[in-house]
């Protein structure tokens, strides 16, 4: 009888491997994670502000080829105008979590990013009046519970307090992009169901760049400078890190086109735990085999919110 049953399993996940979104959004995750660790390395000595306006620049160049792929016939002034608030908030979220990204410690930090599908459900109730069902709040719970658990690994604390929680700048600035994110998902949900995944991109990191590079000169002003800096010292990096940021959210598109949005981000925030587990092993951080717990159950709640 088990024999029997760990052969449908098996079956199962051959039948699910075999399915190209899956393939899709497992290659985003991976992607993300791989992301994540050179981002950590390059914001030890960079930043975060030029970084990010400096990524969305190149990132938006290298998407220009996708401009032969692409199809405008299907954009409207009200997509046009959803996408640039949407991507605002998308060039905000990336800037507030590459400040955690640099601050915190990357078994931190990649687990927190499962924050955003939090956030969801509050924001479809709000302003959709949609209900919250038992599930999503069993979900949230659990996304809490890891939150609260990476908040005692941060500071070695014994003893949990919510005003700690609240202290901790850069955890609450990862969170708020977390809440920013949310606002970029709901965007994107819209924008795929009318837009293929070319156009959108193209149109996305347009946004993107643009209003990366206002907050910049809002908040730096020598940013012209700072830029110039960064490229001469990074730009590398900087490139590898954009390139495949594109590769990822075109993966992650197709993923999104092959299957249901819900099943695709799920198997995306794999990269929280794949992050987790080289952080240990690249930058030799504390505590991993608990973190990744804690990624895992954070995980768990990630798949009960999407898949509810």
Not at 131 to 142: H, P, T, Y
Not at 288 to 301: D, F, N, P, R, Y
């Amino acid at each position: 009888m088990l024999n029997v049953e760990l052969l449908q399993i098996l079956n199962s996940l051959t039948a699910l491997g075999s399915q190209q979104w899956f393939l899709f959004a497992l290659a985003s995750a991976v992607i993300t994670a791989i992301i994540a660790v050179m981002e950590k390395r390059l914001l030890q000595h960079e930043h975060t502000l030029t970084f990010s306006a400096g990524h969305a620049l190149l990132a938006f160049l290298l998407s220009l080829p996708l401009l032969f792929f692409a199809d405008f016939s299907k954009v409207t002034p009200f997509i046009l105008v959803m996408m640039y608030f949407g991507m605002f908030a998308a060039a905000g979220a990336f800037w507030l979590t590459a400040r955690g990204v640099k601050h915190l410690e990357m078994s931190i930090s990649s687990p927190l990013t499962v924050v955003n599908l939090a956030f969801i459900p509050f924001l479809a109730f709000f302003f959709l009046g949609e209900r919250l069902s038992l599930q999503q709040g069993a979900g949230i719970f659990l996304i809490f519970i890891g939150v609260v658990a990476l908040e005692f690994f941060q500071h070695n604390s014994k003893l949990f307090r919510f005003s700690d929680l609240l202290r901790d700048k850069y955890l609450v600035l990862t969170i708020i992009g977390g809440l920013l994110y949310a606002v970029t998902a709901i965007v994107d949900k819209v924008s795929l169901s009318t837009l293929d995944p070319f156009t959108y991109l193209v149109i996305a990191h347009f946004f993107i760049a643009i209003n990366s590079l206002l907050i910049m000169a809002f908040l730096d002003h020598e940013f012209k400078k700072d830029l110039r800096q960064l490229f001469s010292q990074d730009a590398k990096t900087v490139f590898v890190v954009s390139l495949l940021s594109i590769v990822q959210r075109l993966s992650l598109a197709f993923a999104i086109q092959g299957a249901f949005v819900s099943l695709a981000v799920a198997v995306k925030k794999l990269s929280s735990l794949f992050a987790t587990i080289m952080a240990g092993r690249l930058f030799h951080e504390r505590h991993i085999v608990q973190k990744t717990l804690v990624s895992l159950i954070m995980i768990a709640g990630a798949a009960l919110l999407v898949l509810s």
